[in-house]
């Protein structure tokens, strides 16, 4: 039986209880890492930025029909990395959010005067070191305040690290690796080094940091 599914055609799809209309964009054969006997489907939908992998029900012409078994397999796994998607977008969100209202509270009083007289200070000290522990105390309240008004900050919760959650702590990192590429000799590998002391941060947390450093740095 030929594969009937081409380029261009109008699909149905559903997943984890949800559903709609998409525009086949490729087809893919069954490779070795995925030897199903249906070819995949990247669709375009409203639903998502991005063409999206998808199984079609149609035979391929080179494999044998799909057994009950395996047709339950597919549509059980469909469901579940539809729901794995779902999770990662409301991760997504939650990050893009994050990323829009970022230390907005330096724009604004009692901030924005002393953060704008010290930061370029504090920029050219080591990070960690003990002038720059001095220097840090010389914001006073408008650090205070950035803290309380922060929540990327172990210091904005009574139990430090231990209070926060995986997004704030995301935004954390990548606020250690913004403040390392203007502090004098700053790398993120020095910040984690310091900050596990500074934190109390665990091993295992430190190698996770450490590991999402060689990731990104690849790139």
């Known amino acids: 039986m030929e594969a009937k599914i081409k380029v261009g055609d109008k699909v149905q799809w559903n997943a984890d209880g ?28 409203p639903v998502w930025d991005n063409p999206t992998i ?34 990662l977008q409301r991760f997504k969100i939650e990050m893009e959010r994050r990323s829009e209202v970022h230390d907005q509270s330096k724009f604004e009083e009692p901030e924005l005067a002393v953060f704008a007289e010290k930061t370029a200070d504090l920029a050219k000290l080591e990070y960690g070191s003990e002038a ?32 926060m959650d995986l997004c704030q702590l995301v935004e954390m990192y990548c606020d250690w690796c913004a403040a390392s590429e203007r502090m004098a000799g700053g790398s993120i590998e020095q910040s984690i080094q310091v900050n596990q002391k500074r934190f109390a941060l665990s091993d ?16």
Do not use: M
């Not at 006997?37 to 990247?42: F, H, N, S």
């Open 54 to 87: 998808l199984f079609s029900w149609e035979y391929s012409p080179k494999t044998r029909p799909a057994t009950e078994a395996e047709h339950k397999f597919v549509a059980d796994t469909s469901k579940h990395v539809a729901a794995v998607r779902r999770h």
């Open 132 to 163: 720059y522990k001095e220097a840090l105390k010389g914001l006073g309240p408008a650090l205070q305040h950035h803290y309380e008004n922060n929540d990327h900050h172990p210091e904005h919760f009574e139990n430090g690290v231990d209070g």
């Open 204 to 219: 295992q947390l430190v190698s996770i940091f450490t590991n999402t450093a060689k990731f990104f740095a690849q790139e």
């Open 18 to 45: 949800s559903g709609g209309d998409g525009i086949v964009v490729e087809v893919l054969e069954p490779t070795q890492d995925c030897p199903l006997p249906w070819p995949r489907i990247k669709i375009q939908t």
